[in-house]
């Protein structure tokens, strides 16, 4: 037993985007307002971008602006480890992925509004009725 | 080789700028929209040219973005196989463009600048998905080609466009954010993001459990993408209720690409040591392709609409490529590359008929195609040679392929994939002599009982229209008569 918790307590932050990304899935899945489900795929992808983010830190590290690169003469001037400084390329990436995600967001909202403006609903059991009701319309035509 | 010209950045360039100049100029004055849309695309597809006989003279052509090298910078990094599809998708997204202007016109003139910006940017992202050496890279274009095709689909039908549309964004962005966490993994264990350098540190990695999870997120990442069976839900609808100058381009070059994305992932990133002799599920995809190839013709069947049976027959046609590519042997490969070419060709004739038919006949339900032969003879002799095509008739260039796949599958020992494809051939002749059964007879025995004894007026879709559907007709015929040169000077250098 305490060798699981000594496994989730290390690796923390996977942990939490697994259970975040879950529950943004299971929001995509198993939800029936529409908008409900776009919650839900804002917070599977939040989820990846926590992950990243997790990846590139390192403990007692700052962030990457090499101290003293122009100013350092004479003692003060010392070599550069990369453990000092966490990873920026990762979170650099997660800046595109924010912009893909609210992207993808205001896509998806203005596709609900449209959905909204056709239907006058947001239930997605509604919309299926309404749709399996027009084409029997259109069958007896 | 680290290339001087400018035409691998050139291609993505293009239509990108000229995706913002239409976006901007559409307010101004939107007749110029058309003509720069189409000069960014004309420009694109020289470029493509150039960089195809540049890669066959040359070798493989690298492009560093801003100068900075490889693996820090990203490049574009052209060899025989990215060359020959990035010429595919800028010819027909160009000679499509030309096909749907008059739809454009009487469809959606009030937005014809949104359109076409947006046609140009699902372009852009096309072809930067194919261009690029970098597995990020290849994610954000990846999404912009995703977005853009989100707008066009909920373009078109206004009572199912949208849904459609938004179970789209939904599957879509499932499988894009699973490829983003594979190529996570991926950098966790490797520092590196460039596909080259990436594949020279994998080999040392092969027994990593991350690298595993890595290639199984990306595949099953691509797979959702290019609705490989049973992920294909958002696909027919999606299809279907887009307008169709989007749908037509959508239809025929997303998926393809997609299978591009896996077949460069399996060759050049994770390599085939690690695929075929490492993991030991090559099998058990083949198996999925065979259920892909029968389920989408068996659903292709039951529809009563061009559109919505083109878009099952995607869904078992992109079951024989990836069959092809994981049947392990080089023959399936080279048949796997080989289809996507022409598949890609054939589903956008077939598209481009069904436009046609579309454009002067309101939809293409069956009902509504009865003396269709009559009334618009060459649209359907455009759409006979595309459904030839996809049956399998010698001199089109669907044969051929699909001759390489059946070669390919009796050497894997792959029966049950072999006879998966004969059977969807037999399928695909039902599919579409159904068709031409009701375009040719039953109008003609409906008008006989009415007594009406002169035939059917011509009403021929116009030239701008007819034009397009010939070239990709005689395209058909020709990657057929020259696909032995292709695959010995394109197809076999790459395989090696």
């Known amino acids: 037993m305490s060798d699981i918790i000594t496994i989730v307590v ?38 990846i971008i926590l992950f990243y983010v997790s990846i590139g830190y390192k403990k007692d590290a700052t962030i990457p602006i090499i101290e003293n690169a122009h100013g350092g003469h004479g003692n003060t001037a010392h070599a550069i480890h990369a453990a000092d400084y966490i990873n920026p390329l990762p979170h650099v990436l997660m800046l595109t992925a924010i912009v893909v995600s609210v992207a993808t967001l205001g896509v998806a909202l203005a596709l609900a509004v449209k959905i909204y403006q056709r239907y006058q609903t947001l239930e997605e059991d509604e919309i299926r009725m309404r749709l399996t009701e027009n084409r029997l319309a259109e069958n007896n035509k | 080789m680290m290339t001087n010209t400018v035409y691998p950045a050139l291609v993505v360039i293009a239509p990108l700028l000229t995706a913002l100049f239409c976006s901007g100029f559409s307010w101004v004055e939107k007749r110029i929209c058309y003509p720069v849309a189409g000069a960014g695309l004309l420009v694109a597809t020289y470029s493509a040219f150039r960089v195809l006989l540049e890669v ?90 995703s977005l853009t095709s989100y707008a066009q689909i909920a373009m078109g039908d206004p009572d199912r466009g ?42 040392a990695l092969q027994d990593s459990s991350a690298i595993l999870i890595a290639f199984i997120f990306c595949m099953i990442g691509v797979w959702i993408k290019m609705a490989l069976f049973p992920l294909h839900i958002w696909l027919p609808n999606a299809y279907t209720y887009a307008p169709l100058p989007a749908s037509r381009v959508i239809a025929p070059l997303m998926t393809k690409v997609m299978v591009y994305v896996m077949i460069r992932l399996m060759l050049t990133v994770f390599g085939l040591d690690y695929i075929f002799e490492k993991l030991d599920i ?22 009563r609409d061009i559109k919505k049976m083109a878009a099952y027959i995607i869904v078992s046609e992109i079951g024989y490529m990836v069959g092809g590519a994981w049947l392990g042997n080089k023959i399936g490969m080279t048949g796997s590359i080989l289809h996507i070419m022409n598949d890609a060709v054939m589903t956008f004739a077939l598209f481009l008929a069904a436009g046609n038919l579309a454009f002067k006949l309101g939809d293409v339900r069956f009902k509504n195609l009865e003396n269709s032969f009559a009334k618009m003879p060459w649209t ?21 392929s699909k001759w390489y796949l059946v070669l390919g599958g009796i050497e894997a020992g792959a029966y049950h994939f072999v006879a998966a494809l004969i059977i969807s051939s037999l399928i695909c002749a039902v599919l579409f002599f159904r068709i ?61």
């Open chain 1, 10 to 47: 290390a690796k923390y932050n996977y942990w939490l985007y697994i259970i975040l990304m879950m529950i943004g899935l299971y929001a995509m899945i198993a939800k029936n307002n529409l908008v409900k489900k776009l919650v839900g795929m804002n917070i599977f992808q939040t989820a």
């Open chain 2, 56 to 145: 066959l003279a040359e070798g493989t052509v690298q492009y560093r973005m801003a100068g900075w090298a490889p693996p820090f910078g990203i490049e574009f990094r052209i060899d025989l196989l990215n060359a020959l599809v990035l010429l595919v998708v800028a010819a027909i997204s160009l000679v499509n463009l030309v096909a749907s202007h008059r739809f454009v016109i009487r469809d959606m003139d009030d937005r014809s600048g949104t359109f076409y910006a947006i046609y140009l940017l699902f372009v852009t992202g096309l072809l930067g998905v194919v261009a690029t050496g970098d597995l990020f890279n290849l994610y954000v274009l990846l999404e912009i080609t």
């Open chain 2, 162 to 203: 949208p849904l459609a549309s938004l179970n789209y964004v939904f599957i879509g962005v499932i499988g894009a954010s699973f490829y983003l966490l594979g190529v996570g993994y991926i950098y966790i264990k490797t520092g590196s993001l460039n596909m080259v350098d990436v594949a020279s540190i994998l080999p």
């Open chain 2, 282 to 303: 090559a099998k058990a995809v083949v198996w999925l392709s065979t259920a892909a190839i029968l389920a989408g013709g068996v659903m292709a069947l039951a529809q």
């Open chain 2, 380 to 400: 359907m002799t455009g759409f006979v040679l595309a459904g030839f095509s996809i049956i399998g008739v010698p001199p089109t260039c669907g044969f051929f």
């Open chain 2, 436 to 496: 031409f059964e009701i375009g040719f007879f039953s109008g003609e025995s409906h008008g006989r009982d009415h007594g009406h004894s002169a035939g059917p007026e011509m009403a021929e879709a116009p030239v701008s229209m007819l034009i397009p559907l010939g070239i990709t007709s005689i395209f058909l015929i020709g990657l057929g008569l020259y696909s032995g040169v292709i695959v010995n000077r394109i197809i076999h250098p790459f395989l090696g």
